[in-house]
Nanobody, 119 residues
Framework: QVQLVESGGGLVQPGGSLRLSCAAS????????MGWYRQAPGKQRELVAV?????NYADSVKGRFTIVRDNAKNTVYLQMNSLKPEDTAVYYC???????????????WGQGTQVTVSS
């Protein structure tokens, strides 16, 4: 069984910083991509950043957010700087991984962590 456990959310003032972490555990053979998505109230879930062999960011977070990955720990981090009220959302971790050498890649999601940017 695979689990993605997120941490690091919370309340921060505009202009502040937070770092989110997502650790994947279980019988994982390999991980292709890991990423962060977010969903604000009344809005659809959207891509924030993803990392595989390269990184990709939403235009709204470029220059402010940085995604990094620790392959030895099956962990992905999202460093969020210069936070704005519009960054307020539930942030979800996503991993594309396989459980065996002949297995297909499957998508797993974390439970989400709340980020609130407010004064």
């Amino acid at each position: 069984q695979v689990q993605l456990v997120e941490s690091g959310g919370g309340l921060v003032q505009p202009g502040g910083s937070l770092r989110l972490s997502c650790a994947a555990s279980g019988s994982i053979f390999s991980i292709n991509a890991m990423g962060w998505y977010r969903q604000a109230p009344g809005k659809q879930r959207e891509l924030v950043a993803v990392i595989s062999r390269s990184t990709n960011y939403a235009d709204s977070v470029k220059g402010r957010f940085t995604i990094v990955r620790d392959n030895a720990k099956n962990t992905v981090y999202l460093q969020m700087n210069s936070l704005k009220p519009e960054d307020t959302a539930v942030y979800y971790c996503k991993a594309e991984l396989r459980l065996g050498v002949i297995s297909n890649y499957e998508v797993y999601w974390g439970q989400g962590t709340q980020v609130t940017v407010s004064s």
